[in-house]
C-alpha cells in the first residue's frame, strides 16, 4: 500500500500544471509541510497529508532512531516522487499492476490444477494461506516496530534539547553519539564532559568509514578485514547468481551504492546495489529489474521483487563494481 499510494501521489502531481516544476529543484522549503499545503492543490496535499499520516513514522533508514523520518523532512518523499512526476512515461497505476499480478497468480494456479490431484491442490493451497498470513503479519510487524522506533526516535531528540539548552552539547542531534550510559552522565554528573565523549565516537564512525569491508568472510577473517582491503573482481563474460524474481527484463543499468543517490535512479531502469532494505521499497516503483550482490530468497530485495512481478537476481558477486 506504501508504495501504490506513493505512485498515486505521482499521478496526481503530474496532471497538475504546476507538478513537475514544484518538484524539479528540490529545496530546503521542501522540507516543512507548510510550504508543501500552501503550494500543492487541495486534493494533491490530501493525499500527501494522508500519505503521511500512515507512512510518515518510515524512512530511508528507519531503523536506526537518529535517522530523521519521512514526516520530519519532507525532501526525502519530494526526491521519490521526483523522478516519477518528471518521467516522459507514466508509471504503471496500482490498479493495473495489482490486476497483472493476480493475472500471474491464476496463471499459476491453473498450471498447479493441471498438474495436482484435488487432494493435492487442497494441502498447497492450505499452505499457501497459510504463507500470505505469515507473511501479512512479518510486515505488520516492521511498520509496527518502526512506528516504536519512531516514538523513542521523539524522546531521544527531547533529551538532546534538554542537554543542548543545559550547554552540555552542541546540538540535539548530538544524542545519537551516547550511549545510554552516557547520557545518564550527562543529566546527572556535571563533571561529565559529554562533548568529548561525542567527539571520540565521531571519529570512531570516521575510522569505521574507512574500511572497506568485502560481501564474503569467516569468522577467522575479521581481524584481518582493516588491513586487507575490498577483494580485486575479475570481470567475467556471464554474471551468475541465485534467481529469485522470476522474468526476464532489458534496461539501462542503475548502480546505487546508498540510498542519497536514489534520486538519479531513472523510470525503466535495472537497480544494480549490494542489499536493499524496505527504505529502498519506494525504489522498486522505477525498476524493470533487480540485482544484488547478497541475500537470497527471503532477502528484502527478493520478497519485494516477487511482489511486484520484478525479475530479480541476488547473490551476484562484484557486480556493482563490474557493470558500469
Not at 262 to 286: E, H, N, S, Y
Amino acid at each position: 500500500r506504501q508504495l501504490d499510494d506513493l505512485v498515486s501521489i505521482a499521478a496526481a502531481m503530474r496532471d497538475w500544471r504546476g507538478g513537475k516544476e514544484f518538484l524539479r529543484e528540490i529545496r530546503d522549503e521542501h522540507a516543512s509541510a507548510r510550504y508543501w499545503e500552501e503550494s500543492l492543490p487541495d486534493d494533491v496535499w490530501s493525499m500527501v497529508s494522508g500519505w503521511l499520516s500512515l507512512y510518515g513514522h518510515r524512512g530511508p533508514y528507519e531503523s536506526d532512531a537518529a535517522s530523521p523520518r519521512y514526516s520530519e523532512d519532507l525532501r526525502f518523499l519530494a526526491r521519490l516522487l521526483s523522478p516519477l512526476v518528471d518521467s516522459a512515461e507514466e508509471s504503471e497505476t496500482p490498479e493495473e499492476a495489482r490486476k497483472r499480478r493476480q493475472d500471474a497468480a491464476a496463471e499459476a494456479w491453473a498450471e498447479v490444477a493441471a498438474r495436482l490431484g484435488r487432494l493435492s491442490r487442497r494441502r498447497l493451497r492450505r499452505s499457501v494461506l497459510r504463507v500470505k498470513r505469515l507473511m501479512v503479519l512479518r510486515e505488520l510487524l516492521r511498520y509496527e516496530a518502526v512506528k516504536m522506533g519512531a516514538a523513542m526516535r521523539r524522546m531521544g531528540l527531547e533529551l538532546g534539547r534538554r542537554l543542548h539548552e543545559r550547554g552540555r552539547l552542541e546540538r540535539a542531534g548530538d544524542i545519537w553519539h551516547l550511549s545510554l550510559e552516557e547520557q545518564l552522565r550527562a543529566f546527572r554528573d556535571d563533571e561529565f564532559d559529554a562533548e568529548m565523549a561525542v567527539r571520540r565516537e565521531r571519529s570512531r564512525i570516521a575510522a569505521w568509514r574507512r574500511i572497506e569491508v568485502p560481501n564474503r568472510f569467516s569468522t577467522e577473517e575479521i581481524p584481518l578485514i582493516p588491513h586487507r582491503g575490498y577483494d580485486e573482481v575479475i570481470s567475467d563474460k556471464v554474471l551468475r547468481g541465485n534467481g529469485v524474481g522470476p522474468g526476464v527484463a532489458e534496461g539501462e543499468v542503475c548502480i546505487l551504492r546508498s540510498l542519497e543517490e536514489g534520486q538519479r535512479m531513472k523510470p525503466g531502469t535495472i537497480l544494480v546495489t549490494m542489499a536493499t532494505d524496505p527504505g529502498w521499497t519506494p525504489l522498486f516503483t522505477r525498476a524493470v529489474a533487480i540485482v544484488t550482490e547478497i541475500g537470497g530468497m527471503l532477502s528484502h530485495a527478493g520478497i519485494v521483487a516477487r511482489e511486484y512481478g520484478l525479475p530479480c537476481v541476488s547473490n551476484v558477486r562484484g557486480v556493482t563494481q563490474i557493470l558500469r
